[in-house]
């Protein structure tokens, strides 16, 4: 039998070798990551006390701030601590974890920015029936469905990924344990889970895509038929944000994930996944309540009852 030594941490070589430009980064990637948790928590916390927010569309956006802490929480404390103590290193079990959790994330937060697209579809092209199709029961049920769509879509190749041996070498080329690197590492042949982990993000990815641009698409024809200027504005400005957002998640992701594993150069796929982990967490909050005048209305409301001791619902 073939003597091996079975890994039992990981080596993330991170952004840099440079001692001096790792803790800037270390900086900045902290105050992005406080933002981030701020910025999220202050949009569950508005949509929660404001009676006027206790609609089906901030109902999704409740869920989607819960899923960007929990995403980027995954990710950024680990990254953070290596940078901040020197250190390189993680466990194979943590490894494992933080891959697993990264990707059911992930794979929930396209489900539900397809649940928000079909949200937004009902709201303009069916109004009268809005309230009717999206009952309570209905937005629990699209919600709870996404969260157990992350685990069904990311369950298969996991267990695959987790049977794999890794016996050496042990250097993962990026900040964190993301699949593509991490297979490169294990000692046998990845073909299934390289093409199980193909068809997993090309129907997770693309798929919901394509119900957020047939969504989209149906919307866009019903606006062009307001017939005046201002009720078609009133109309695409519930929309612009959620347009925002997916194009950021939806760009990134087809970018790393839907292309095959030996494909693409690391380097440059580990600055997209900045973009992914760290830009877009921190703009969402932004973008969603810097151009909604309810959420900056209930901001308002919300820190005049905080320093006058006033209902906010008034």
Known sequence: ????????????????????????????????????????????????????????????????????????????????????????????????????????????EFLLLAVMSFDRYVAICNPLQYTAIMSGQVCTLLALGSWIGGILFIIAPMIVLFQLPFCGPNVINHFFCDSTPLIKLACADTWLIEYMGFITALLSVLGTLAITLVSYIKIISTVMHVPSAQGRQKAFSTCTSHIIVVSITYGSCIFMYVKPMWSGRLDFSKAVAVLNTVVSPLLNPFIYSLRNRQVQEAVRKAVGSAVFCKDPNI
């Open 1 to 108: 039998m073939e003597n091996r030594t079975v890994v039992m941490e990981f080596i993330l070589l991170g952004f840099t070798n440079d001692h001096r430009l790792q803790l800037l980064l270390c900086l900045v990637l902290l105050v992005a990551y406080l933002f981030t948790i701020a910025g999220n928590i202050l949009i569950i916390t508005i949509t929660l006390v404001d009676r006027r927010l206790q609609t089906p569309m901030y109902y999704f956006l409740r869920n989607f701030s819960l899923l960007e802490i929990s995403f980027t929480s995954v990710i950024i404390p680990k990254a953070l601590a290596n940078m901040a103590l020197g250190g390189q290193t993680i466990s194979l079990i943590g490894c494992f974890a933080q891959s697993v959790l990264y990707f059911i994330l992930g794979t929930t």
